[in-house]
């Protein structure tokens, strides 16, 4: 009986050992949309870049509507999974931020408004892949 007690409490703890794994670079690829923010700014008048889209091939875009490529913001990024940081890179800029779960988490001075925000974060909108 205490031999299955030992199995069950081994097996256990395997499981949330595994499930609380850090991120992989493939949870973070897909479509978020920005949420929310708290505002340091007032006087910034520059548009919110409302979406984010992470590409497999380590590049993001940004822009102001939803598929627009028009009136967008390009860079790459790399991903740190152990520490679950990203860092965006963009017109000889670099900014960091945190991702967690399905959201990534950006604070003063990092932000792509030019310090409009104190904070904000982008939510995933789905999980499926890009095309």
Do not use: A, W
Request: with cysteine; charged share 25%.
């Amino acid at each position: 009986m205490k031999r299955v007690l030992n199995l069950i409490v081994l097996i256990l703890t395997y499981t949330i050992t595994n499930s609380c794994k850090n991120e992989t670079h493939e949870n973070i690829i897909g479509y978020y949309e920005l949420d929310k923010t708290v505002l340091k700014n007032k006087e910034n008048v520059l548009p919110d870049f409302r979406f984010l889209k992470i590409n497999e091939n380590k590049t993001f875009e940004l822009s102001i509507k939803k598929f627009d490529s028009t009136n967008s913001l390009k860079g790459n990024y790399d991903f740190i999974s152990e520490k679950r940081k990203i860092i965006f890179f963009y017109n000889e800029k670099k900014l960091f931020g945190e991702f967690k779960g399905n959201i990534f988490y950006l604070n003063y001075p990092n932000d792509f408004h030019n310090g409009k925000y104190k904070s904000l974060l982008y939510v995933k909108t789905n999980n499926q892949k890009l095309q």
